[in-house]
């Protein structure tokens, strides 16, 4: 008899063994431990080792997430960008507390962010939009992000629209285009063991400085 998808579901599983993380194993503060597992996460070959799951919830509560790609990084944050009246961005008005999640499986890790998003300034979204390339440009023109259309002709005839519109010069910033800065409080840092019995090392903020701790698996 063929098994269920319930019953192979049941029976999937790995042992993790390709390492563990202790505490000598942290950088100082979670940004310098980001960047060096971001590094080996690149060098490893992982496809998008940038891409990340956004978190919110909006005014009735209710959560969403979404993969989108880390496209800048610092002590002040994570920044990533999008069309501001799309569904995550109407929560995050709402809303700015939110979650990150970073999924190496390749390396059997997985760093975890939580904190509060702010918009980006137009200073900062025009210098990054003007180094897209030209046609991601012309399709932030074309999509009105999490809108219902009534097919994919829609959209390649706006795509068509804008790139009539915008023929023989520079792609403007939509109004509706924007980014946010993550500002981190809580970073954690997931490394899978054999038995489950995993290693969860946390950075949380106090002040200007950094704890770190242990959490049960």
Known sequence: MTESLSERLAAARASY??????????????????????????????LEPNAMVVATVDPEGAPSSRAVLLK??????????????????????AEPR???????????????VEGEATPLTRAEVRAYFDVRPRGSQLGAWASHQSREV????????????????????EVPVPDEWGGYRVAAHTVEFWQGRPGRMHDRLVYRRDGESWTTHRLAP
Do not use: C, H
């Open 150 to 169: 009534a097919g994919r002709e829609e959209l390649e005839t706006a795509y068509a629209d804008a790139e009539a519109r915008f023929e023989g010069g």
């Open 72 to 93: 800048g990084f610092g002590p002040d944050g994570f920044v990533f960008y999008t069309n501001t009246t799309s569904r995550k961005g109407r929560a995050l008005a």
């Open 17 to 46: 063994t390709r390492g563990g993380l202790a505490e000598d194993d942290l950088a100082s503060d979670p940004f310098a431990m980001f960047e060096r597992w971001y590094d080996e996460a690149s060098a490893a070959g992982i």
């Open 98 to 112: 939110t979650a990150l999640l970073f999924p190496w499986f390749a390396l059997e890790r997985q760093v975890r």
